[in-house]
């Protein structure tokens, strides 16, 4: 008995000591009937013969109930993809700024004459007022306005042309004239109001209270004439787009990065201004709606050059413990862009951050949230969340049924990534009518519409309606639920 227990034992601790040689979990090859070595298909997720051909893996639509047909989707809105591989094209300035102005004379700040503030002359303009005084000669000594045609008027010597003139220039042109009627006349003259200096400030800038007029802001050019000292009393609005200002001259446009002169001291934009220029302080121009998983969803104004990750910026970045990047999309014209948020944002793929355009929407939907949208003809159309697994059945019940022009042989089912979905077609009258006991489950993100005809031409269906259905109304159905299409 005691050899007996001894062998036991022995044959235990022998077992112990192969089994510490040896890794907890391994990765066994397994081997044939006939003994030939089998590896490891990661397209078909089996273990196949060295000998034999990979056979692919089982389509998913062989998994489909008897009622479901899975559809080929068509080529949808050409031209998309192209718009990422362009806007990765580096435009010249020059080019970006022809384009913007539509072929207007461009002058740049640094292609303008160097002249410095002290060798500006003043020449005497329409609209100024001039004093004129006359040493002891009180009585003809006044105030006049330059008149439009550029004359002015003074006693005894009437109508004498001024605008153009240098000071200097234009009190020896009088000089001569009084001395017909005043032995060497001593003649003072001083613009008071310098209204021919004027220059204008428009766009992004505060009214003050007491300005009387329209938005149009003027200021007269004093000093050194440059645009910072105009800019030292004029109040811009916070959400200005600084780097999109610009002048315009005459017939020409001086494109000026104000960011760049007031944040960062760039003096290479400081322009001396010319009289009737006019400053623009460039707007927010475009409107973007983020939605779903970022810090604060909303409607936001944005800048001419604002780019996908500016956006999510302004909304406070994204919830990142429960964003779902996959599944994200920029939504433009009833049309996904193929843009890869997941990409963007947690590898730095800069192809990926185009500007936005006027009326984008961005939307990162909820990794842990599960909702399918059903729209069509059914009676209240919205969104449907769910716990427990929901079938097409529940999701059409929970939308109080069909409407009685529902076509209910062909329910559609798009899924997946909205770029590339995958879409089916259920037969809902077989279920209803005892043909068929499958059940067809739904995934999160899932979106059922339901059509009021028959589908006779799935390619022209699919290419009409699938940009509609994965943005315009599944962001309209997330902004409203009570939406009805």
Request: proline share 6%.
């Amino acid at each position: 008995m005691k050899k007996y227990c001894s062998l036991v034992v022995l044959c235990v601790f022998t077992s112990l000591i192969v089994a510490c040689a040896h890794p907890v979990i391994q990765e066994i090859s397994p081997r044939a009937n006939n003994s030939t070595q089998m590896k490891w298909d990661k397209e078909a997720h089996a273990w196949v013969s060295q000998a034999d051909p990979v056979t692919p893996r089982a389509s998913q639509e062989s998994a489909l109930p008897s009622y479901a047909q899975s559809i080929s989707i068509p080529s949808l809105k050409k031209g998309t993809h192209s718009i990422i591989e362009l806007q990765k094209r580096v435009l010249t300035k020059e080019d970006y700024l022809r384009a913007r102005f539509n072929n207007k004379t461009i002058i740049f700040p640094e292609d303008l004459p160097k002249q410095d503030a002290s060798e500006i002359t003043y020449k005497i303009g329409i609209d100024d007022i001039l004093n004129i005084y006359i040493w002891k000669n009180e009585d003809i000594s006044m105030d006049v306005p330059v008149r439009s045609d550029g004359n002015v008027s003074l006693p005894l010597i009437g109508d004498i042309h001024a605008a153009g003139l240098e000071i200097p220039e234009f009190k020896a042109l009088i000089a001569e004239k009084y001395r017909t009627y005043i032995k060497d006349p001593q003649i003072t003259i001083t613009c008071t109001v310098p209204n021919s200096l004027q220059v204008s400030v428009v766009g992004a800038v505060a009214k003050p209270e007491t300005y009387v007029g329209p938005a149009t802001m003027t200021y007269i050019l004093r000093g050194d004439r440059t645009l910072l000292s105009i800019l030292s009393v004029v109040s811009i609005e916070p959400d200005a787009d600084l780097a999109e200002s610009y002048i315009i001259r005459d017939e020409a446009i001086i494109p000026v990065d104000l960011k760049a002169l007031l944040e960062d001291g760039d003096i290479s934009q400081n322009v001396i201004l010319h009289p009737h220029d006019t400053i623009v302080i460039a707007e927010p121009l475009k409107e973007i709606v983020l939605l779903g998983q970022v810090k604060s969803p909303g409607r936001y104004k944005t800048k001419r050059s604002s780019n996908i990750l500016d956006a999510l910026s302004r909304a406070g970045g994204i919830n990142s413990a429960t964003a779902n990047l996959y599944m994200a999309y920029l939504a433009r014209d009833n049309n996904i862009l193929p843009i890869n948020f997941k990409r963007l944002l947690n590898y730095g793929d800069m192809s990926q951050n185009i500007l936005l355009n006027d009326g984008d929407v961005i939307y990162i939907p909820d990794n842990n949230e599960n909702k399918v949208f059903v729209v069509g003809e059914v009676t209240t159309p919205g969104v449907q969340y769910f716990t427990d697994p929901l079938d097409l059945m529940e999701a059409i019940s929970a939308c109080r049924g069909f409407k009685v022009t529902a076509n209910r042989s062909q329910v559609v089912v798009v899924r997946g990534d909205p770029r590339n979905p995958k879409v089916y077609a259920v037969n809902v009258l077989e279920m209803m009518e005892g043909g068929s006991f499958e059940r067809f489950y739904l995934e999160r993100g899932d979106t059922v519409y339901i059509a009021r005809t028959g589908i006779a031409d799935w390619n022209v269906f699919l290419s009409q309606i699938l940009p509609t259905l994965t943005s315009t109304r599944v962001i309209q159905t997330i902004l409203n639920e009570g939406w009805n299409p």
